[in-house]
């Protein structure tokens, strides 16, 4: 019988030795959601896990069985060379696949019987994802959350960065949700985390953290696609909010700087969405612009127009407002604050 291990030992450091998990599902899946920190060698690639579930519920499961194990031989000289590599780095190789079945359990079966140090993630990726479901609104409990607000482009990323360079605890949302968090939020960053990836990113750095005061940026319920967790939404909201004031001109720099670099059909995709709020001849002369390479006019006139106007926090009450011209030196007079704070 194989050796079973639960996420809950892995998370709470109770496995000894260096371990690492083996993603066996497709690519496809493993692209989709995964575990932070593990990697992938599929025992199906994504047509054949296609083609095996459709044998499964159309055929017989005993033909999708036999589809299964054709497919997977097939591969194991392969598989096999990545994992002997890995079993002299490692003293513990977890394997999981999508609910701990016939994928996950077939290789360690297979690996211990030559001597290879395996063991099964008990329930797989779903196990795991009941765990982070039970776990993350505990852990976000002890959470006390400094929240930076400010007009956007105004640099709160750039000092969360500098913040953790300095050693201090952030949730930096934006980059668990690959997503910039306006209209413009997705351009140049590829494929934005699904709900399940950004909660599990948010569950890991919420782990990981060396205290309970964190930094994080003000945001909007959603972030792009995916939406922050009622519970965490409603701790920044009791945070303690610091307004982040920048001028225009820096506000404009650090925009061209994240937003323009080649990527022109992205930002002309995304300006169409704001048609029917700034109308259709303003649009075109954007695009017009882009095609000038006048990025700077664009997102200066974005900026008083449309980002300003609109932006929801404006109203908020601030316990502290801090000039940034330099992220370092902000996020410098930040943590003195924080540390004076502390002491009064």
Not at 193 to 208: G, N
Request: aromatic share 10%; with cysteine.
């Amino acid at each position: 019988m194989f050796k079973v291990i639960k996420y809950e030992d892995i998370d709470n450091n109770k496995i000894d030795g260096k371990h690492i998990l083996i993603d066996v599902r497709s690519s496809w899946e493993f692209r989709t959601e995964n575990i932070p920190g593990s990697i992938n060698i599929p025992i199906f690639n994504d047509e054949e896990r296609k083609l095996i579930g459709t044998t499964y519920i159309e055929d017989s499961p005993e033909l999708a069985k036999k589809m299964g194990i054709k497919f997977a031989s097939e591969k194991l000289p392969a598989i096999y060379e990545q994992v002997a590599k890995l079993d002299k780095e490692y003293d513990k190789l977890i394997f999981f696949c999508a609910r701990g079945g016939f994928r996950s359990s077939s290789l360690v079966s297979l690996f211990m019987t030559i001597g290879v140090n395996s063991f099964k993630l008990d329930k797989g990726y779903k196990g795991y994802r009941k765990y982070i479901n039970e776990n993350l609104p505990k852990i976000i409990k002890d959470v006390k959350f400094v929240v930076l607000y400010g007009n956007t482009g105004a640099g709160k990323t750039d000092i969360l960065k500098s913040l953790k360079d300095r050693g201090m605890d952030i949730l930096d949302l934006e980059a668990c949700a690959n997503h910039r968090g306006s209209i413009l939020g997705s351009v140049g960053l590829g494929q934005q985390s699904t709900q399940k990836t950004f909660e599990s990113l948010v569950y890991k750095a919420l782990k990981d953290r060396k205290t309970d005061l964190v930094f994080v940026e003000g945001e909007s319920k959603k972030i792009g696609k995916v939406v922050i967790p009622e519970y965490i939404y409603e701790n920044m909201n009791n945070g303690i909010n610091i307004c982040i004031d920048t001028k225009l001109e820096l506000r404009i720099e650090n925009i061209l700087r994240d937003y323009v670099h080649g990527t022109d059909e992205e930002l002309i995709v995304a300006l169409n969405y704001l048609r029917q709020q700034l109308g259709h001849e303003k649009i075109d002369n954007y695009i017009h612009m882009i095609n000038q390479d006048q990025y700077g006019q664009i997102i200066g006139d974005l900026m008083i127009n449309y980002y300003d106007p609109h932006y929801e926090y404006k109203n908020r009450k601030y316990i502290k407002t801090f000039n940034n011209e330099n992220s370092i030196l902000t996020a410098d007079k930040i943590i003195k604050w924080t540390e004076d704070k502390k002491n009064t």
